[in-house]
């Protein structure tokens, strides 16, 4: 049975501390709904205000999932890039690499 949040509001999450199930839900949703800005898409000034979640894993480059006042915004992982959700990707004038 497929959980994930299909709907266009985006799951508020309460704390940082996810079970691996929670945390691969969390990132499917913004890999499915969120926008591939590459490396650089996101700027050190929007970087130090978001809350990072790193992936329960014992894997030395795992996922890092971003916060925004309680809301996922973006998922980086590593040497990939960034995917942002839509709104945030406006809000903060956040661009594709193609896009620049």
């Known amino acids: 049975m497929d959980s994930r949040n299909h709907g266009t509001e985006s799951p508020e999450v309460a704390g940082t501390e996810l079970t691996p199930e929670q945390f691969q839900d969390l990132y499917l949703y913004i890999a499915d709904n969120g926008v591939f800005v590459g490396i650089s898409g996101v700027s050190w000034r929007d970087h130090v205000a978001l809350k990072a979640i790193d992936e329960p894993t014992t894997a030395p480059e795992g996922l890092s999932i971003y916060l925004s006042a309680g809301w996922p915004v973006a998922v980086y992982e590593f040497d990939v890039g960034y995917r942002v959700m839509p709104a945030f ?12």
């Open 89 to 100: 990707r406006h809000r903060w004038g956040w661009r594709r690499p193609d896009e620049q």
